[in-house]
């Protein structure tokens, strides 16, 4: 079983779809109008963006990711939200100005292996938003992991029942990039399984996606440092940057 299915089956209870995230998209939106979740994982955010009443399509690269999403679909609460197995680089494949919010959150961009496959991304994310809209892009924020050279993120701890899930996210800065290493455990009565994974990840810093939106045309893109929208600062623990498209 690979380290992202295994992620797949506790990823739930690992990064919930917190209400102030869920609130800060639905503001962006107009009610009732279309979304495009991408990099969705196992749907959470589109799940609960669905039972407010959004029409929402979740999108992500991993089958197990996927599968767990499809199973939200049937949830009581849910009204239904398209779930497709698709990666952000081929986004060709939707509709153009089909949405009136596009989101891609929960540190995805920066699993792109360099700024032009980052740029081409978020281009084709803009193109897909209707007049008006808005994309919203979160990510670590990788300035501050830099200049403090911070080594771990951290610790998410998670006491269900029968077991205890722990997931650790450490950093190795090298001159290329950073070395993600993602730990999970789950320890049950008599029993304790561990997970480990690594991955190179490209440290986007907030003056890199302002250069992409200068050199393609995009907007300037408005920064906050979370989701209850205050304001960034280089010590912030995430960079939430919002782009809209002229009505």
Request: aromatic content about 4%.
């Given at each position: 079983m690979s380290f992202y299915e295994t992620l797949s089956r506790y990823y739930d209870e690992i990064f919930p779809?917190?209400?102030?995230?869920?609130?800060?998209?639905?503001?962006?939106?107009?009610?009732?109008?279309?979304?495009?979740?991408?990099?969705?994982?196992?749907?959470?955010?589109a799940a609960a963006l669905s039972e407010r009443g959004y029409s929402v399509t979740a999108i992500d690269v991993d089958?197990?990711?996927?599968?767990?999403?499809?199973?939200?679909?049937?949830?009581?609460?849910?009204?239904?939200?398209?779930?497709?197995?698709?990666?952000?680089?081929?986004?060709?494949?939707l509709p153009a100005e089909g949405?009136?919010?596009?989101?891609?959150?929960?540190?995805?961009?920066?699993?792109?292996?360099?700024?032009?496959?980052?740029?081409?991304?978020?281009?084709?994310?803009?193109?897909?938003?209707k007049p008006g809209g808005a994309l919203i892009l979160q990510n670590v924020n990788y300035d501050r992991i830099l200049r403090d050279h911070v080594k771990e993120l951290p610790v998410i701890e998670r006491k269900l029942a029968d077991q205890t899930i722990t997931f650790r996210r450490l950093y190795e800065l090298e001159e290329d990039g950073i070395l993600f290493h993602g730990r999970l455990s789950v320890k049950g009565a008599a029993s304790e399984e561990e997970y480990e994974n690594r991955v190179r990840l490209l440290p986007m810093q907030s003056d890199e996606l302002l250069q992409i939106a200068e050199q393609y045309g995009l907007p300037v893109p408005e920064f906050y440092g979370n989701y209850q929208g205050e304001a960034y600062t280089a010590g912030s623990t995430a960079l939430v940057a919002v782009l809209r498209k002229r009505g």
């Open positions: 779809a917190a209400p102030a995230q869920v609130d800060f998209v639905a503001k962006q939106t107009v009610p009732g109008g279309r979304i495009l979740d991408v990099a969705a994982g196992t749907g959470n955010l089958p197990s990711m996927v599968d767990q999403m499809k199973k939200k679909q049937e949830s009581p609460g849910a009204t239904g939200f398209e779930t497709l197995l698709l990666d952000m680089r081929g986004l060709d494949n949405y009136e919010t596009v989101v891609c959150v929960g540190n995805s961009l920066v699993h792109l292996n360099d700024l032009t496959e980052i740029a081409d991304a978020v281009i084709g994310m803009f193109d897909r938003l």
